[in-house]
Each structure stands twice: as structure tokens, then as C-alpha cells.
């Protein structure tokens, strides 16, 4: 890894803590003021807490997520904020409603399962067939065509846990390719062990999106463990026949929005800083981690980061709907939002666990704003990386359109045990490690709208 | 804790790992032998994997019960026992059909939850009432008599994990009483949080009986992620409805079986050293740690503490059918074999994980042999204790009627994030831990079977 400039032993020995003690005599500092009482602060834990308590699952485009959207707007308002509103669009919803799996022959045994997004249904009295083992999504693509005719597949893979959460992006296309490349092979259904890296049978589901011109077939994910015992239900080399019941339906043009808050800025013309996460979650589990604490720690910190008086930039939350099913709250924000100015874009959704590096993707010539940010983060143990900024779904739109950005990375070998599952829920939260996000969000957010000079190319 | 005397620094810092290394010269000792072979051979790996993969879920009673006792006949018989067979007996069957629970106000949303055993079942339908919330089983107990009229009662607790396992014994109680309770105060349901140590959505089921005179009511294990949910919205003070939906039903006059195997001794007199495990699991995982591993740890173990010639005593397993729901085999064995002469009783039915500590529970006088015993167990990280054993529940009757009696205590630290759960399969079962049992096991039956004294009250 590379590090932009050396750091002493100290900064490594406090990694992962605050160390407020040593940072006395700099409490004039206003970025030192607002790291610590970013770092105190429990905001973000109740934000997390009363979302996941008093709306729980909060599916895109269901009547749940829309009592997460007035839940929001209520408490943004109680917060404080300024200009909050929901704004709405439609969409089409894919609703889980039964999955269950057995094997019937050679071991008849239950199976854990979930449906994946845009699944297709079986009927209510499900379907049979016999298992089609592939290790990986390459042995699966190199099925001859046609040979999975009236099969079930079922597709395994090797993730492990990364720091930087890179494992998902890789294995997960077994997720995200695998149906329509079964379908495509004349399979009636598709099994894939789930895409995590934990050891409970808490299957994980997710969106996956059909190949044009494929026709959908059922397709699930199994947990881990039963993922594994399929597995070695296989190894025993006699023919296996699964009988599945995956229930779902399809739902048109469903009310789904997005929620804005904002602190004004005095200087309108410095564009605004956009602070992103997602409100809606998947339906198994509260969406504790994925995304209530996103939502949880740009609120706090936005709060934070406003505490030493009136920014310049006006700092925007966007809590976007529809996330986890294919990005419309995104679009339509920008849709919307696209054509004011944006000075910076940044998202947080990947966890509450803690940011370890902050990676940089602002115009050419603003060494000196990364500076100043990368220095307001050291003492909390984060490393400024050469690694190009990305951004994340919620923001992607004006990430492409060339809006700056900055990612605070969180530490991601955690995320994927719980990811997905009904296992997302608020006692994975730990709230020292979530108050190092805000305390990191709010150091950046007070730099980032304060800055005097653009954050695009000079 | 007492040791019985003192021991070298090298012991402690060996606690948990064996040496043989350091165990050079040593190879004639046939103790030593029979632990190092023990700690190297993976038989009760390959048992548990084959019990849990080949057969899965074995509820008493059922017909995965059944194939169970054929698979261990059969694995039993290929490991070169003698008079293996299955000694069948009848009983009722409670049976788990669906779990579903809903809050329905004021925080819409699902919960995750599990059936106790004998639980009634509700309406297909399902039934709705208003929660009445009880932070321990005192307080329930408190409750004035007729106060739950109508009301679902949910009662939670503070259960933690220990190495001995004694929370559970204590914390137990809500589980095993507090339905009855619950019924005589006038509760149309209850709900417990599971008895557990873990954080993740898998609710614990377990046996529970009406106290005499006590009308069934439906009883179920919130998951604990689910039980501090539903804790949460409480505390917000609104009332709280929940609608569940548990259907089950109780089959009559079920078949069920104990399945025994031999390595006959050379001394008939001598009496006979009983190891017993039950080989019936709950519904909800494949049993593995619950009780597969300790059917395989005793059937390793076994022929380890063999491989040096005939024993003079008999070595007998028992692997019990229906230990889950009451003991049914257990007393199937005691009425079957009870007047035979029990040199010696022990149980392995708390996991996988390794042996920390040995109890005695032998005759008055019989310290030599379990000196020798503690002796040789000590390399393995295990201290002899002065807690007096006391078998379990797949020998009460015998121990209850006088059998000297072993306890090679397991590390319970793990045990109760997944017993009874979904989460009781395979991977749980650490390969290195389970042998440290084998070993443990094979060192004890072989100088029991081979003791020259008796091992009762001299």
C-alpha cells in the first residue's frame, strides 16, 4: 500500500482509536474539536436504532419503505436540518413470498435458501429436478449449450473475506451472471452457494438482473452450510434430485423516493457537498449495516461538521430509495439534482465497521484539500491511499458525470458474513466503530464545505 | 477450581494441545500409544460427517431417526464391532409444521422464531394478541394469577455463556417452566428468548412438558436477535400486537430405537463399560455438535482404547434414540439391560469442542484407578477435579441406580450459540478439538476396561 507521506509510530500505534488525551493544547483547532465531539457523539447509534426498530425491513418500493421515508423525514427535521422532503418516483418491485428446498434423493434432507432478485416463481407446488454440480461460474460457462436441459444447477465459488470488500466484486458475479447463464443453457432453475463469508444458514440473497432475450428461471441462494452440505451430498457420486418452491411476484410501477436534508451554505455559488446512503434494505434482515448506518453516520456527522458555524458549501443528504434493486432512487436524483453544481459526491455504504484509508478522486491540482482531509483523518487511523476514488451506487450518476470524489473505507472483512441476510441487525453494530465513521465523515464533510478553493480540476 | 495435586509448567502451557513430541521414549507405555494414535485418526470426523451428511436432521421418532439407526448399524458393523443392533421401543412424536410471527403493531414486521417441543399448535389461521412483557421467569412468576387473560406473554433473560455449561441448567428454567406458568396465569401464548449465547437469527428450540393439569398453550423461541427486537418495541411504551402461526402436531405410538455395538472383554465377571451418546437430534439442523460428535468421539474412542489387545471388560455403546424429547431411550435401555453389571458409565453429549477437565464418580476407595486416569488424561490440557460426576441424560437411570460414573467435561463456551439451532452443522465441528475427545476417551475406556479392581465402592 502506498502512503502519501510518512506517519510516525504514534499515529500507528493509536490505529483504529481516537486518542483525545494526546491531542491536548489543539482544542482551538476547530477540526480537532469536531473529531472529538464527532467521536462521543451517539447520534448515528439512535439513528441506526429507532430506523431499524420502528420501520425494520424497508424493501424498495414496498409500504415498509415508505414508513422508513416519513420515519427519515421526521427525524432529519427533529435533527435539524433544513429544505426535508421525500421525493418520489415509481418503479417495479420483485416481492419474496416462500422459499423452500428439499433434497429427495440420495439423503432427503431441508435445505435454507432465498430467492435472488427477479427470480422467477415456481408454482405452488414447486419443482423437480436433478442437480447439476459447477465449482465455479467458469465451469458453468463452459457447460456445452443445452446441456443443462431440465436441470437444476447449482454453482459454488471460493470468497473469502478482503479488507477492501474487492472478494464481492469478483465471486459475486456468479450472482449477478450465473442465472441468465444457466438459463441460457436450458437449466429450469439455478442454486448458488450464497455470496458471504460466513458459516450460519443465513442465506443471502440480492439483485440479480436478467440477459436480454433470456428467459428467468427460479434462482436462489443457498446458505453457506447447506451450500456445503449440497456439496457433499454430491461428492457421494449418486444422482441428486432437489425439489424447490421459490414464490415470488412481480408488482408494477410501485411508489419508491428518495429523502433530502440540508444544511445551507452562505456561499451558493461554491456548489454543495453531497452526503449519500440508502434507505431501503433487503427484506430478510433490518438492514442494520446495509444501509441504516450509512444513513446514521452522514447525518451525525453532517451535524458535526456544521457545529463551528455556517459552512460555506451547503452539505446535502441524499438517503436514496431503491438501492439494493437496481439503483432508481440514484437516477432519479440525478434526473432531478443533476444540473446544480456539485462540488464533491461522497457515499457511505459499506457497514459500520471502521474506515481504515481514505481514497482521493478530486480534480487535478487539489493536492493541498487531500492534504488537509488526509491530516484531519490520521489521527483516527485512517491512511490516505493512492488509490482512485470510486464512489458507490447512490452517487454513481454524478460520479460519471464528473463530479469529485472521496472514499472513506470502511473495513470490510466483517461485511460480508452479514451482508444480504436476515442476520443484518442492530446488535452487529458496534457503536465505538460506527462513531469512527462519523468523527472521519465529519473531519472531511467541515473540510470539504469549507474549502476555498473548487475541488475540481484547477 | 481444586486440582487433586499439583502439576509442572510445562502442563499448563501444553493446556489444550498434546505433545507427542515431548512424549519421546514413552512409546512403550500402551497408554501413550492409544493417546497419540487417538489424537491422530480422524474416525470420529468421518462418522460425524457421514451421520450429518447422509442422514441430516434425525428427530426422535420420525423416520430420519430410523435411518439414522440403520446408517450407525451399518458404520459400526464396517468399523468391526460386535452385537451390533437396534432395540426398538414406541412413543409419541410432537412435530414441527411452520413457525410464523408478525408484529403487527406498532412497528409492522416479522419475526424469527421456533416451536418448543410439545408446543400447541395454533389455528392455520394463526392467533393475535397484545405482548406482556417479563424480563426474567421471577418475574412472570410474579405475575397475579389470571393477569395474562388473552395476553401472549414474553419472557426474556440474561443467559451468558460459561465454560461448564451451568447457565444453562439455570437459565433454562424459562424455557423448560415457563410455559406452564404462563398457561396457569392465563396467556394464550408465550414467547421466550431463545436459550442462547449467540446474536444471530436462529431461533433455539427444545423439549419442554406441561406441568400436570396444564392446558397446552403455543410456545416459542424468539431468535435473540429477535427477542431484543421485540425487547426495543416494547420499551418504546405503545402496546405491542403480535400475530404468530404455529402449527404442529403429535403423533401417537411412533417407532424409535437404541442401536448398541460391543468389543467383547476377556472377563464376563468384570461387568461391562458403558459409553453412551444418542444418535436423535433436533429438526432444525443436521445435529452434528448435537449429538453426532459424541457418537462418533465414543466410537473412535473405543477402538482406540482396544487396539492393544482385549479388554477384560466389555466396552458397550450406547447410542441412544430420543435423549431430545424426554429420554425415552435412555429408559429403553434401562429397562432393557439395567440388571446387567455396569462396571462403569459415561456420556458424551456436549459438543465437539475439547475436554478441559475430568469428574470422578467412582466407589469409595477408588482413588489408584482414578489416578491413573487423571494421569493419563493430564497431557491433553485436562485437570482432574474435585466436582463429583454425574453422567447425563442418556445414563441417568443407570447412575441414578448406582453405576460408577466418568464425566470428561467439554469447553461449553460455543456450545450454546448453537444448540438446537439451524446453525448445528457440520463446520462447526473442529477437527483438531473433536480428536483431543477421541483421545481423552480412549486413554479413560481403556484403563477402566482394563482396570484389575473394581471401580465401585471397595
Redesign the interface.
Known amino acids: 500500500m502506498q502512503k502519501i507521506r510518512p506517519f510516525s509510530l504514534v499515529m500507528l500505534l493509536l490505529s483504529g482509536m481516537a486518542a483525545p488525551s494526546l491531542a491536548r493544547g489543539a482544542s482551538a483547532d476547530p477540526v480537532e474539536a469536531i473529531r472529538s465531539a464527532a467521536l462521543a457523539d451517539q447520534t448515528a447509534y439512535d439513528f441506526v436504532?429507532g430506523l431499524?426498530?420502528?420501520?425494520?425491513?424497508r424493501p424498495a418500493g414496498t409500504p415498509?419503505e415508505a414508513r422508513a421515508r416519513d420515519w427519515a423525514v421526521a427525524r432529519l427535521k427533529a435533527l435539524g436540518f433544513s429544505n426535508v422532503r421525500a421525493e418520489s418516483y415509481r418503479m417495479p418491485v420483485w416481492e419474496r413470498v416462500r422459499d423452500e428446498a428439499q433434497?429427495l434423493a440420495?439423503?432427503?434432507?431441508?435445505l435454507?435458501l432465498a430467492a435472488l432478485g427477479n427470480s422467477a416463481s415456481t408454482p405452488a407446488k414447486g419443482i423437480e429436478g436433478e442437480v447439476a454440480y459447477f465449482p465455479s461460474l467458469a465451469a458453468l460457462e463452459a457447460a456445452p449449450e443445452g446441456s443443462l436441459k431440465g436441470k437444476i444447477a447449482f454453482v459454488s465459488h471460493a470468497m473469502h473475506a478482503t479488507q477492501d470488500g474487492s472478494s464481492y466484486g469478483y465471486f459475486g458475479a456468479v450472482r449477478r451472471q450465473g442465472p441468465s447463464i444457466a438459463s441460457k443453457k436450458g437449466a429450469i432453475a439455478i442454486l448458488i452457494r450464497s455470496i458471504g463469508t460466513d458459516?450460519?444458514?443465513?442465506p443471502h440473497s440480492g439483485v440479480q438482473m436478467w440477459a436480454d432475450g433470456v428467459k428467468p428461471i427460479p434462482a436462489a441462494a443457498l446458505s453457506?452450510?447447506d451450500a456445503?452440505?449440497l456439496t457433499?451430498?454430491i461428492s457421494?457420486g449418486q444422482p441428486v434430485r432437489i425439489h424447490l418452491t421459490l414464490i415470488s411476484r412481480m408488482l408494477k410501477d410501485q411508489p419508491s423516493g428518495n429523502v433530502i436534508a440540508e444544511i445551507p451554505g452562505s456561499d451558493p455559488a461554491a456548489g454543495l457537498v453531497l452526503a449519500a446512503c440508502h434507505l431501503d434494505s433487503w427484506d430478510q434482515?433490518?438492514g442494520a449495516i446495509d444501509d441504516a448506518s450509512g444513513c446514521g453516520i452522514i447525518a451525525a456527522a453532517a451535524l458535526h461538521a456544521a457545529k463551528t458555524g455556517t459552512p460555506r458549501r451547503t452539505i446535502r443528504l441524499l438517503l436514496a430509495g431503491a438501492e439494493e434493486v437496481g439503483g432508481d432512487g440514484a437516477r432519479a436524483y440525478f434526473a432531478a439534482h443533476g444540473s446544480e453544481h456539485h462540488a464533491l459526491a461522497m457515499e457511505s455504504d459499506f457497514g459500520a465497521d471502521r474506515i481504515w484509508r481514505v481514497d482521493f478522486g478530486l480534480g487535478k491540482g487539489q493536492e493541498a484539500i487531500a492534504r488537509r482531509i488526509a491530516d484531519a483523518l490520521a489521527p483516527l487511523g485512517i491512511a490516505a491511499s493512492r488509490v482512485a476514488a470510486g464512489g458507490g451506487a447512490d452517487i454513481e450518476p454524478l460520479v460519471k458525470s464528473g463530479v469529485p470524489v472521496i472514499d472513506l473505507q470502511q473495513d470490510g472483512r466483517r461485511y460480508f458474513d452479514i451482508h444480504h441476510?436476515?442476520?443484518d441487525?442492530?446488535?452487529?453494530v458496534d457503536p465505538a466503530r460506527l462513531q469512527q465513521n462519523v468523527a472521519a465523515w465529519a473531519v472531511t464533510l467541515h473540510l470539504a464545505a469549507n474549502a476555498s478553493e473548487s475541488l475540481a480540476n484547477k
Chains 1, 2 share one sequence.
Do not use: A
Request: glycine share 6%; aromatic share 2%; hydrophobic share 20%.
Open positions: 436504532e431499524t426498530t420502528e420501520v425494520g425491513p415498509q433434497v440420495p439423503f432427503p434432507q431441508k435454507v458459516k450460519h444458514r443465513q453457506i452450510p456445503e452440505q457433499r451430498i457421494r434482515g433490518t441476510t436476515p442476520d441487525t442492530l446488535d452487529k
